[in-house]
Nanobody, 116 residues
């Protein structure tokens, strides 16, 4: 089983939207938890949103009401829809599939830059 693969990052203006994709290397039906984290330079990696196999989701306070995490099980993909982006959302976004304590469960990240 390989790492998940993130995509969808890019440059966007404040107030804009992006949709990130996390494609799992195995069936989502077999994965209990998928999460999105982000890391800015000099900062720790922090949780953005996560979703369980039963579609229970939770979010960091800073993104509630702006970001939505959802699963497309037939595509083995978990999406992070990001709306009303702010300058502080600039970071590398990583997803993990399964336990976040296992290094091989993490992707290599996708850069999101919010700038005027």
């Amino acid at each position: 089983q390989g790492r998940p693969v993130e995509s969808g990052g890019g440059l966007v203006q404040p107030g804009g939207s992006l949709r990130l994709s996390c494609v799992a290397s195995q069936s989502l039906s077999d994965i209990k938890l998928v999460g999105w984290y982000r890391q800015s330079p000099g900062q720790q990696r922090t949780l953005v949103a996560r979703i369980t196999r039963s579609n229970l989701a939770d979010y960091a306070d800073s993104v509630k009401g702006r970001f939505t995490i959802f699963r497309d099980t037939p595509k083995n993909t978990v999406f992070l829809q990001m709306d009303n982006l702010k300058l502080d959302d600039t970071a590398v976004y990583y997803c993990h599939t399964g336990s976040p304590a296992i290094e091989d469960n993490w992707g290599l990240g996708t850069q999101v830059t919010v700038s005027t």
